[in-house]
């Protein structure tokens, strides 16, 4: 059974500034964005890649891509994050239902071979698999007015990160139904599963400090300092 990978690199960056959206900055010798589709074109596991970018961005993508052998295409995105992550899931709808599938943000550059393993490995026994690290520091939450009004207790809380894995039919299916939802939004895909899927249990993998993601000009330097570092 095939594994396979939807990069989503259609963000503007508008938080970011700059003339071109964040992912074609460039982090030591190659962009953002290459940096995201080496890790899983590199990783033994992986079979093909498939990456979603802002319509006209598209045929810059593929030149910059070019030597990267399994990516199979570069495909327009949508208005939002998950309608490119649709766009990705289609792209391989022909696929047997079994085929696994792990969405990333191009935007987290060093995201890991073993982090990529793990969600792999885990989708052997779950049909969806989140990753997330724990919190070190003291959570506050705030009202309204921006003043203090509760400290949750953070060994229950995680950040999440990707790539999140699935099998492909719950993927496609959690997406299907949403989308009859006119309510519906969402800011990853285990949490489009959570709400519209609630037979399936998602499964949690480590997440790692340096699996970061490039938001801001800071976030940049930090990304650089990270390479530096290695």
Same mark, same amino acid.
């Given at each position: 059974?095939?594994?396979?990978?939807?990069?989503l690199?259609?963000?503007?960056? @508008?938080?970011?500034?700059?003339?071109? &959206?964040?992912?074609?900055?460039?982090?030591?010798?190659?962009?953002?964005?290459?940096?995201?589709?080496?890790?899983?074109?590199?990783?033994?596991?992986?079979?093909e $890649? *498939? *990456?979603? $970018?802002?319509?006209?961005?598209?045929?810059?993508?593929?030149?910059?891509?070019?030597?990267?052998? %399994? #990516?199979?295409? #570069?495909?327009p995105?949508?208005?939002?994050?998950?309608?490119? @992550?649709?766009?990705?899931?289609?792209?391989?709808?022909?696929?047997?239902?079994?085929?696994?599938?792990?969405?990333?943000?191009?935007? +987290? &550059?060093? #995201?890991?071979?073993?982090?990529?393993k793990?969600?792999?490995?885990?989708?052997d026994?779950? =049909?969806? /698999?989140?990753?997330?690290?724990s919190?070190?520091?003291? /959570?506050?939450?705030i009202d309204?007015?921006?003043?203090?009004? =509760?400290? &949750?207790?953070?060994?229950?809380?995680?950040? *999440?990160q990707?790539?999140?894995?699935?099998?492909? @039919?719950? $993927?496609?299916k959690?997406?299907?139904?949403?989308? %009859?939802?006119?309510?519906?939004?969402?800011?990853?895909?285990?949490?489009v599963?959570? %709400?519209?899927? %609630?037979? *399936?249990?998602?499964?949690?993998?480590?997440?790692?400090?340096?699996?970061?993601?490039i938001?801001t +000009?800071?976030?940049?330097?930090?990304?650089? =300092?990270?390479?530096?570092?290695?």
């Amino acid at each position: 059974m095939k594994v396979v990978a939807a990069i989503l690199a259609g963000g503007t960056g @508008s938080r970011f500034g700059g003339d071109l &959206p964040k992912q074609f900055e460039k982090i030591g010798e190659r962009t953002i964005l290459e940096h995201s589709v080496a890790a899983f074109d590199d990783h033994p596991q992986i079979d093909e $890649i *498939v *990456v979603v $970018i802002h319509q006209g961005h598209v045929e810059h993508t593929q030149k910059l891509l070019s030597g990267f052998s %399994k #990516v199979k295409a #570069v495909i327009p995105g949508g208005q939002t994050r998950s309608r490119s @992550s649709f766009a990705g899931i289609n792209f391989f709808k022909e696929y047997h239902v079994d085929t696994k599938i792990l969405i990333h943000d191009a935007a +987290r &550059p060093f #995201v890991s071979e073993k982090i990529i393993k793990d969600v792999i490995n885990a989708l052997d026994t779950h =049909n969806a /698999v989140n990753v997330a690290v724990s919190i070190p520091d003291t /959570v506050i939450e705030i009202d309204s007015a921006g003043k203090m009004k =509760n400290i &949750p207790d953070r060994s229950s809380l995680k950040l *999440v990160q990707t790539p999140q894995g699935f099998i492909l @039919s719950v $993927i496609k299916k959690a997406y299907e139904t949403a989308y %009859k939802d006119p309510a519906f939004i969402a800011t990853d895909d285990c949490g489009v599963v959570f %709400k519209y899927l %609630k037979e *399936v249990s998602i499964f949690i993998v480590e997440g790692e400090r340096e699996n970061i993601k490039i938001t801001t +000009r800071s976030d940049l330097d930090l990304g650089r =300092n990270f390479l530096i570092d290695k």
